[in-house]
C-alpha cells in the first residue's frame, strides 16, 4: 500500500529539529506532506505566507515532501488529502502529555487516523521555535538551529 503521511506546525519558524523529523520520515513513506498551521489563538510570530515559503526553500530537496498550508481541524485536512497517518516529534518527555492528548483528541475526532511520533537525533533535541524567536529578537545567533535561508530571513525580520 502506497502511503503518505502529514506533519502538522507551526512552523514558527522551521527549525533543523524539524527538518530532522521530515527528512526520517520522507525516507518511511512514499510522500509527507507537511502541513503550515493558521494559528488560531495566538497571532503568529511570523506571517503564515512567510513560513511556508520558508519551509518549501528549506525542503525543496526532499522529492517526495510537499509543503501545504492548512486553517481547518487536521483530520479534515488530512481526509482531504487521503492521508491517515500523522506524524509529530517527540524531543523530550516534557514533549509527551501534550502531545499524547494531541493524538488522543485527533484520534476521537476520526478514529481511522494514527498518530506516529518520531524523535530526533540527539542535537537537535533542544531545538525549538519558541527559543529561536526569543534568542534572534535578542540578537543571537541562530545559525546553529535553523537553515541558512530562515536566518537571513529572520535577521532582516528582527531589525
Ligand atoms: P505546534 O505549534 O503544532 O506544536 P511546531 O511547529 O512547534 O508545532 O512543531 C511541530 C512538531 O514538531 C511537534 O510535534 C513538535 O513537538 C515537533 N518538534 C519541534 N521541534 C522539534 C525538534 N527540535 N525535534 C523534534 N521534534 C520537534
Do not use: W
Not at 492548512?70 to 506524524?87: C, H, P, Q, S, Y
Not at 484520534?107 to 527559543?131: C, V
Amino acid at each position: 500500500m502506497a502511503q503518505s503521511a502529514v506533519y502538522p506546525g507551526s512552523f514558527d519558524p522551521i527549525t533543523n529539529g524539524h527538518i530532522d523529523i521530515i527528512s526520517r520520515a520522507s525516507s518511511l513513506f512514499d510522500k509527507v506532506i507537511v502541513a503550515v498551521t493558521q494559528n488560531h489563538y495566538k497571532p503568529p510570530f511570523i506571517p503564515q505566507a512567510d513560513r511556508l515559503s520558508l519551509a518549501q526553500e528549506s525542503l525543496a530537496t526532499f522529492s517526495n515532501v510537499q509543503v501545504k498550508s492548512f486553517d481547518t481541524l487536521l483530520v479534515n485536512f488530512a481526509k482531504k488529502e487521503g492521508v491517515r497517518i500523522i506524524i509529530r516529534g517527540l524531543r523530550a518527555v516534557s514533549d509527551f502529555e501534550y502531545e499524547f492528548q494531541l493524538a488522543g483528541m485527533n484520534k476521537k475526532l476520526d478514529s481511522h487516523i494514527e498518530t506516529l511520533f518520531i524523535t530526533p537525533a540527539e542535537q537537535y533535541s533542544n531545538i525549538s521555535s519558541s527559543l529561536v524567536r526569543e534568542i534572534v529578537s535578542l540578537g543571537g545567533d541562530i545559525a546553529n538551529f535553523v537553515p541558512a535561508g530562515v536566518n537571513d530571513f529572520l535577521k532582516k525580520y528582527v531589525k
